[in-house]
């Protein structure tokens, strides 16, 4: 009876521990398109496939791309094999995230800049959700997966906030009721950035600023104007009169004839001086039916031939004369002559920043303006200067910041120096597209940092420009059209579209024969894609951050001469979408490829026959180039004594590199760090000169090669040398390391024997 309760037992407990095959379970195993091969999702397949798998145990192993091992658990057994294709990730195809500058938030704009940036990119990939006037998320579609936040500028024009131009009557012509006016016609003008000129009685034109881009002209009727709207008519009157002073009566006279309605306008002799030949009339319009507000006006006799400069000595409220070279009265607000220093002809130059009044006119005596207006705001009427004879309007108008008259008709026939004039003049963006060119050899800096300028230049004569540095540095709204400039005779382009982040035109036919200098010349130049193919390089020396940042750029420069570049340093650094082919690049005159490929994400160009034979430093050359896997065994790296983070995050590289001379290399540096296919044979390299191995091959998933005949003598930085590498299990352990002083974490999260390690006495 015992006996035959223990084997009823006993054949009870292998029934119930009988183990289930997965292949009676799981019997689809074609699972179709994933959004990806991770393990969670093959699992949610498996069962939406296999229904009656819902409760299966197993583990899910070898994944690749295609299929993944199925192994039965706990009350299952067996193997299986499931296929499936997974949807591509659409960061792959889509890299450059910062769009730069938008016309709008519009999907369809937002898509366009996105395809505009990354020519990978495939239409109805996917979809743009989340839009704010900064950002959006794009999300994949059909057979691609994932999300990416992409970013952005949005321009507002100025007219979509003021659309209704014709206002009602205001009782002053004055900013700020015309401005209540707008708002009252137009409640989405409170959301704008605007400024208003060119005043009228009847008329202004706003002006956007900041984000806000265009111009609107509006119209109105002001029961009072303001008196300054007289301005021009009568200091015409005045500055006819050259051999002597006006006579009250005979300006009372003359505003009569200008505006009858003007008067009850009050004019009084506000300030004389008969011997120096300056008097000042003032209009006051405080009690008038018709005018408001008041000015002073000035008229100066001999003014062409007076080289001194004559102004308001703010202390006596005198009419003083300055000679050349003098200092001007402490915090001068009103110069009505412009002085000269008689032997160069220079204008009086950095005035200072307390003028707020200049006079209307200049005297033809004066050659050279340069810096007269440097660092100024508003200084009044100067559109009608005669500049016919000045040769020299270098840094004129630097760091004005307020600065936005109309000087278009400017007469610059003689000028030879434009170096720096809109330097910093960052609300400047007048039409000068009619300006004589035809003498200008200096045009570097000129509108460096002139933030909204963009007008049309493309009639410009740049014949005899042999100068071009940074001159639309950091002009971030220019896109002008300047195809056709001849550029046969400038011999430097230095950063002269650097961070001109809107700029994207045609200078494919630029001649560039003569040109020596092009570092960072489209440095952060984010927008610019255009054809450079037929530029002739033969004689520059400097290439270094050409196309540093440049996220846009992909252009065929294959056949360019680089025959005698000395510098390409950070060439391409940052340039994520370029893929060219550089193979027939000459570089043997090359001394430094530091950064020269950093980030550069899509390049994998074959650059395998390059000279490198006079390179010394090669710090970051392939950083981060995760696409990068060329073979560059035959390199010449004889005198190279930089390689620090060489490979630094080049995620897919794994080429021979047995044969490069490493002797003379004195820091390795993170130079494998995040190289996470790199197992390439390095055994015999010449480590006798290197000091630093950090990082060296810390994050490097795949590599264990021996190299325990490395010279380490010398080296004496060794920290997280071998971090996160889980596979290296080389001994190590004759190692010199005597010289190590630091060797935190060496071997911080891996499986490396310690008695294979190095025997470090620190």
């Known amino acids: 009876m015992l006996r035959g309760t223990t084997a009823s037992v006993v054949a009870c407990n292998k029934h119930e521990h009988k183990k289930i095959n997965i292949n009676t379970q799981i019997k689809n195993k074609d699972l179709g398109e994933l959004d990806n091969n991770q393990e969670q999702t093959i699992r949610d397949a498996i069962v939406n496939k296999n229904p009656e798998a819902k409760s299966v145990t197993f583990d899910v192993a070898n994944i690749t791309k295609t299929d993944a091992d199925i192994i039965g658990t706990g009350d299952y057994e067996g193997t299986l094999k499931v296929s499936f294709t997974t949807k591509q990730d659409i960061h792959v195809d889509i890299q450059a995230t910062a769009l730069g500058l938008l016309d709008n938030e519009n999907p369809d704009t937002i ?106 002209n509006i119209s ?61 009339f003032e209009f006051n319009a405080n009690k008038s039916q018709h005018y408001f507000d008041d000015m002073v006006l000035y008229q100066v006799i001999n003014k062409n031939v007076n080289s001194k400069t004559i102004c308001i000595d703010p202390l006596t409220n005198k009419i003083v004369e300055v000679p050349s070279g003098s200092a001007l009265p402490a915090n001068v607000t009103t110069i009505i002559n412009i002085g000269w220093e008689e032997t160069t002809k220079q204008a009086i130059n950095h005035l200072p920043q307390t003028v707020t009044h200049l006079p209307d006119y200049i005297s033809p005596n ?10 100024l705001g508003d200084v009044g009427d100067i559109c009608d200067w005669d500049t016919t004879h000045i040769v020299n309007m270098a840094n004129l108008f630097e760091n004005n910041l307020t600065f936005d008259s109309d000087i278009s008709n400017w007469n610059t026939a003689n000028v030879a120096s434009m170096g720096n004039m809109f330097k910093g003049a960052s609300a400047f963006n007048q039409d000068i597209s009619q300006w004589n060119t035809s003498n ?101 020396t400097d290439m270094s951050y050409m196309f540093h940042q440049a996220t ?42 530091d950064f020269m490929f950093h980030k550069a994400a899509n390049f994998n160009g074959n650059i395998s ?15 981060g180039a995760t696409a990068f896997n060329q073979d560059i065994s035959k390199w010449n790296t004889t005198n190279v004594t930089i390689m620090s983070c060489v490979f630094d995050g080049a995620g897919a590289f794994d080429q021979d590199l047995s044969k490069w001379d490493t002797s003379k290399v004195t820091d390795m540096n993170y ?92």
């Open 609 to 623: 026959t390059w000279d490198t034979s006079q390179v010394t430093t090669m710090d970051r050359i392939f950083n």
């Open 671 to 762: 130079m494998f760090h995040l190289a996470t296919n790199f197992n390439g044979n390095i055994t015999t390299w010449n480590t006798q000169n290197v000091t630093t191995m950090n990082s060296m091959f810390s994050g490097t998933t795949k590599f264990n090669q021996d190299i325990s005949k490395w010279n380490t003598a010398k080296v004496t930085q060794m920290d997280e040398m071998f971090k996160d590498n889980q596979v290296f299990a080389q001994d190590l352990s004759k190692w010199n390391v005597d010289a190590v002083t630091s060797h935190q974490n060496f071997t911080n999260n891996s499986n490396w024997p310690k008695e294979k390690q190095p025997h470090f006495k620190l």
């Open 220 to 280: 109105f009727h002001a029961a009072k104007g303001n008196v300054s709207d007289l301005s021009k008519a009568m200091q015409k009157f005045l500055n006819q009169e050259d051999k002597q002073l006006h006579t009250l009566a005979e300006v009372q006279t003359q505003m009569k004839i200008i505006a009858p309605d003007a008067d009850d306008v009050t004019i009084t002799v506000k300030v004389e001086d008969q011997s120096i030949g300056a008097i000042g």
């Open 440 to 540: 200008v050899t200096d045009m570097n800096n000129m509108f460096n940092g002139a933030s909204v300028f963009n007008q049309d230049l493309s009639k410009w004569n740049t014949s005899k420009l042999t100068n071009l540095d940074l001159m639309f540095h950091q002009a971030t709204n220019f896109n002008g059209n300047i195809s056709t400039w001849n550029t046969s005779r400038v011999t430097t382009m230095n950063r002269v579209f650097n961070s001109a982040a809107a700029f994207n035109q045609d200078v494919s036919k630029w001649n560039t024969t003569n040109v020596t200098i092009m570092s960072s010349m489209f440095d952060g130049a984010s927008a610019f894609n255009q054809d450079l193919s037929k530029w002739d390089t033969s004689k520059v």
């Open 366 to 375: 004066i050659l050279n303006i340069s810096y007269l207006l440097s660092g």
């Open 111 to 216: 898509k366009q800049a996105i395809f505009d940036k990354n020519p990978n990119a495939k239409q109805d990939t996917f979809d743009v959700t989340q839009i704010t006037i900064s950002h959006a998320e794009l999300k994949g579609t059909g057979h691609y997966s994932g999300t990416e936040e992409v970013t952005y500028t949005v321009k507002k024009e100025i007219h979509n906030f003021i659309t209704t131009t014709e206002l009602d009557p205001i009782e002053l012509s004055e900013e700020s009721m015309i401005r209540t006016a707008i708002i009252a016609k137009n409640p989405d003008a409170k959301l704008a950035k605007f400024t208003i000129k060119d005043i009228t009685r009847n008329s202004a034109t706003v002006v956007g600023t900041e984000d806000f881009y265009g111009q609107v």
């Open 552 to 593: 846009n750029f992909n252009g065929n420069i294959t056949t360019w001469n680089t025959q005698s570049v000395t510098s390409m340093q950070h060439m391409f650094d940052e340039a994520s979408v370029f893929n060219q082919d550089l193979s027939k690049w000459n570089t043997s005159k090359i001394t430094n490829l």
